[in-house]
């Protein structure tokens, strides 16, 4: 075991190699000699970047670590980003077990699988309205735009019950929060108006209760005004940038590697496990899951004192050689299924049975209805959101 050196040895990489999918080769270089490396971050305090499979899942099972952002030491990725777990009622993605597991209970209901995949119907009708409209527009269409974006914020906006004619207000909000080079007043005021959005919205469903996800948390009398808002902001923000960048960053991979586009389409069946290839393969949470340790733990040959940060680098980790043989091939007839995409241990994401469905439903009917879906610009002219707190391309201007 090495002791922890007096000075930090790195910054947080962000920039990528050759290939867009693939995380900054920083990432594979350190799961390969360091998988637990010191660093530091943009303040200067020091931080621990956890890029092996192994040690991911012990520390996002691991009690001593904890995702509470008020602990000394949590690993802000920005100033900004302090500004929005700090200066809020936390939602319980940044609070430990006994107060997460209350919050989360209140979920669980309406995220089971069985639930998600009742509502595969309604999410198959919004994806083929959101794709007839982008026929109709015409191409060239920007498939992020047009048809990536709107298709989960539609969804998630029939589950909580929040008016889909405000959907630019909160997609421009979320991205606010999730551009991790929005200096901290900008946070603020975002922070302030979707809050103040949502605080009314609360308030219209206690007056006029109806049988949405955020009228029955309300219903219940178990949350706080204060509680249900936050529960509605994770929601919405959590339950749409992730997917929407999914949706359009898949359908490139997809078009990058046509082989297995056209294995898709000749055998749909492979969906399930396309989806899952396409999780590990494109991890868009891609700076890190962020936790502080509790105590002094011993990790990966490491000594990680108690109120040091961690990043758990999962994009690394669904990368990692001792899991996945030959991990820089997208191939949807392998077994991806140990990916860490939606995170791992108590905080694993409760909407990924929904995500599932929403990914299933629209990719499969892209690949179905638009068999010479292509990009209408040469790739070298695609840019990418490395400044973002989920990864994917920014636009996509397609052609059918
Ligand atoms: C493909 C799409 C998605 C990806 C890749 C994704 C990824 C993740 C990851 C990595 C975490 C763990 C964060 C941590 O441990 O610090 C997480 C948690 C969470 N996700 Fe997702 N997510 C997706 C879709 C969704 C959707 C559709 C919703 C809701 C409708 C959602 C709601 C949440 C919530 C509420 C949490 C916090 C869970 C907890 O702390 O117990 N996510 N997600």
Redesign the pocket.
């Known amino acids: 075991m090495t002791t922890t050196p007096a000075a930090p040895a790195t910054t947080l990489p962000a920039e990528r190699g050759s290939c867009p999918f693939a995380p900054p080769p920083a990432y594979d270089d350190a799961r390969r000699t360091e998988p637990v490396k010191r660093m530091s971050l943009w303040n200067g305090e020091p931080c621990w970047l956890v890029t092996g499979y192994e040690e991911n899942r012990i520390v996002?099972q691991d009690r001593r670590f904890s995702?509470d952002a008020r602990n000394a030491g949590f690993p802000f990725l920005s100033p900004g980003r302090r500004q929005l777990l700090t200066k809020a009622q936390p939602?319980?993605?940044?609070?430990d077990d006994p107060e997460?597991a209350r919050l989360?209970r209140m979920?669980t209901g309406d995220?089971i699988v069985k639930r998600a995949q009742a509502q595969q119907p309604q999410v198959q009708a919004i994806v083929d309205d959101v794709l007839d409209r982008m026929l109709a527009k015409g191409e060239p269409a920007d498939l992020v735009r047009d048809f990536a974006l709107p298709v989960?914020s539609r969804?998630?906006c029939l589950?909580l019950g929040v008016p889909y004619a405000d959907h630019e207000f909160f997609e421009r909000t979320s991205s606010v929060l999730v551009d991790l080079t929005t200096p901290p007043d900008q946070v603020k005021q975002a922070q302030g108006e979707i809050r103040a959005y949502l605080d009314e919205l609360v308030e219209a469903k206690r007056r006029h209760p109806d049988d949405t996800l955020l009228g029955k948390l309300v219903a219940r009398g178990e949350l706080s005004q204060t509680e249900c808002a936050a529960m509605a902001l994770?929601?919405l923000v959590?339950?749409?940038e992730?997917?929407a960048n999914?949706i359009s960053f898949g359908m490139l991979a997809l078009l990058r590697n046509p082989e297995q586009a056209a294995l898709l389409r000749a055998e749909p069946e492979r969906i399930g496990s396309a989806i899952e290839e396409l999780?590990r393969y494109l991890?868009?949470?891609h700076f890190g899951?962020?936790?502080t340790t509790l105590e002094d733990v011993e990790l990966g040959g490491q000594l990680i004192r108690a109120g040091e940060g961690v990043l758990?680098m999962?994009s690394a980790a669904n990368r990692d050689e001792s899991l996945f043989t030959d991990p820089e091939r997208f191939d949807i007839t392998r077994d991806s299924r140990r990916h860490?995409?939606?995170?791992?241990?108590?905080?694993?994401?409760?909407?990924?049975p929904?995500?599932r469905v929403?990914?299933r439903s629209a990719l499969g009917t892209l690949l179905r209805r638009l068999p010479d879906l292509r990009l209408a610009v040469p790739d070298d002219q695609l840019e990418y959101r490395t400044d973002k707190a989920v990864y994917g391309v920014r636009e996509m201007p397609v052609l059918w």
């Not at 860490?340 to 990924?352: E, I, K, R």
């Open positions: 996002l995702a939602s319980f993605l940044r609070l997460h989360r979920l995220f989960p969804v998630i589950l994770v929601l959590a339950g749409h992730t997917t999914m999780l991890s868009v949470v899951l962020p936790r758990c999962i860490l995409a939606f995170g791992f241990g108590v905080h694993q994401c409760v909407g990924q929904l995500a929403e990914l």
